[in-house]
C-alpha cells in the first residue's frame, strides 16, 4: 500500500530520480532531434516531436495521479476480510496488520457474554459518536482484556472492529522489543500516527506486558530501551483526545506485571476478565464451531463439555478441527461422537504413537499404574469421576487416566486437595505394591504433585 505519511515529493531519492528521469529525457530528445531532422532549426523539431509525444504523456499522467487517487482511498475499496501489512509501518520492520471490513462478528464469540456485554458499549461508541459526546461522555481510550492463552481476546477485539466496521491495527507488544534504543518508541509513534490517520479504528496490542512491564529505578541500563517504549505507549495514548475516536485494547495474561502508570484513568483504565470457559460456555463454543459442518445426527455437544474441563476456545477450535481431519481420515462424509472424542486425547495429549513397540512388561506396567490411579480416584474422591482410562501410549505418556471433576468449581477445599493428591500418587503406589519398586512412568506424578 502506498505510503500516505511521505509522499514521494517529500522524499529527496525519489525528487532526485524524478530530476534525472526529466534530464535524460530532455536529452534523449534533443539527440533523437538531431539524428532524424539534422537540416532543421532543432526548436522546431523539438516542439514537433513534443507535439507527438503530448498525448502520450497526458495519459502517464491521469495514470499516475488516479494511482495517487486510489492508494489514498485504499482502505475504502478493500474487499471483506482483506489484511495487509502497511509498507510505511516496514520503515520500522514491525509487523503491523492491517484489517478492513472484518467479517468477525459477536455471534463468532461465545462463553464469554459479560466480555461482550462491556465491549458493546465501545462498538456503540464508535458508531455513534455523536451519542456520547454530546452528553459529555468520554469513552476509555483503552481497554486490557486480561485472561489465559486461547480464551477469546484476539478474537473479541477483531469482532469489535468488525462489528462497529472499523479498521483494526493489530500489533504485538513483542515488536517493540528491539535491542536498539529508541526503535521501540519510534514503533510506537509510527502505530499512532496512523490509528489518528484511519480513525475512527481499533488498535489492538496483544501481548502488552512484553513491554509494559513496571519501569525500573533506572538502574543497570539494560531496560532503558522498554521504559522508553512504555513512555512513548503512554504520551501516545495522552494524545488522544476525545475527538479522535481511537480506541487501544490490549491484552494479557499476566496484568499483574504491568505498570501502574498503563492502568492509570485515561489509559487503560477498564480491566475486562476472560476466563477459561464453564460448562455452558464450552457447548456455546461448541455450537459455534461446529457451524456449518456436516455432523453425524448422533452428535451430542452436550457430553462432549462435559467432557472437556479446563480447555480453552482455542482448545475446542482446534478439538473440532481435529475431529473433522479424523473423520476425513475414515472417508466419513459426516463428523461423528467418536472422532470428536478421540479429538479430545489428541487434543490432550498429542497422537496415538501407533508405531512405538512396548514390551510385554511395560504394558503391565502401565496397566497397573494406570489402575492405581483409577482405583484410588473412585475410592477417596466424592466428586470427581474416573472418564477414561487408557495404555495406548500418546505423545510422550505410556498410558493415562483422565478424572473429571463433577462440576466446574472456582473455589477448592484442603481436603479436595488431598483427594487429589491422593490419586496422582496412586499409580506410584501400584507399581511399589504390585512390583516392589517404581518406574520412571512416575515421575511425571512426583512433578505434579510437588507442584
Ligand atoms: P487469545 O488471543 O486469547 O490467545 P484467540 O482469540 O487468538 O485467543 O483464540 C484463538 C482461536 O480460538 C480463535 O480464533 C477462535 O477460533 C477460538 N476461540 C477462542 N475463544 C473463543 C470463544 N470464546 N468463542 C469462540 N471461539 C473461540
Known sequence: MA???????????????????????????????????????????????????????????????????????????????????????????????????????FADVAGIDEAKEEL????????????????????????????????????????????????????????????????????????????????????????????????????????DERDQTLNQILVGMDGFDSETNVIVLAATNRPDVLDQALLRPGRFDRQIVLDRPDLKGRLAILQVHVRGKPMHAGVNLDVLASLTPGLSGADLESLVNEAALLAARRDSRTIGQQDLEEAIDRVLMGPRCHSRLISQRERTVTASHEAGHAIVAHVVSNVDRVQRITIVPRGTAGGYTRVLPGEDRRLFTRSEFEETLAWTMGGYAAEQITFGEVSTGASDDLVSTAT
Open 120 to 223: 458493546a458499549e465501545v462498538v456503540d461508541f464508535l458508531k455513534h459518536p455523536d451519542k456520547y459526546t454530546s452528553l459529555g461522555a468520554r469513552m476509555p481510550k483503552g481497554l486490557l482484556l486480561v485472561g489465559p492463552p486461547g480464551t477469546g481476546k484476539t478474537l473479541l477485539a477483531r469482532a469489535v472492529a468488525g462489528e462497529a466496521d472499523v479498521p483494526f491495527l493489530s500489533i504485538s507488544g513483542s515488536e517493540f522489543v528491539e535491542v536498539y534504543v529508541g526503535v521501540g518508541a519510534a514503533r510506537v509513534r509510527d502505530l499512532f500516527e496512523q490509528a489518528r490517520r484511519y480513525a475512527p479504528c481499533i488498535v489492538f496490542i496483544d501481548e502488552i506486558d512484553a513491554v509494559g512491564r513496571q519501569r525500573t529505578a533506572g538502574l543497570g541500563g539494560g531496560s
Open 3 to 105: 505510503d500516505h505519511n511521505r509522499r514521494w515529493y517529500r522524499n529527496p531519492t525519489s525528487l532526485l530520480l524524478a530530476a534525472s528521469a526529466v534530464i535524460l529525457f530532455a536529452l534523449t530528445l534533443r539527440t533523437a532531434a538531431a539524428i532524424i531532422y539534422p537540416e532543421q532549426a532543432l526548436g522546431v523539431v523539438i516542439f514537433g516531436l513534443l507535439g507527438q509525444l503530448l498525448p502520450i504523456l497526458l495519459c502517464g499522467i491521469v495514470v499516475f495521479l488516479l494511482y495517487q487517487w486510489h492508494s489514498r482511498r485504499a482502505p475504502e475499496g478493500q474487499a471483506d476480510r482483506q489484511t495487509r501489512e502497511l509498507t510505511s509501518f516496514s520503515r520500522s520492520h514491525a509487523h503491523l496488520v492491517f484489517s478492513y471490513k472484518l467479517s468477525t462478528r
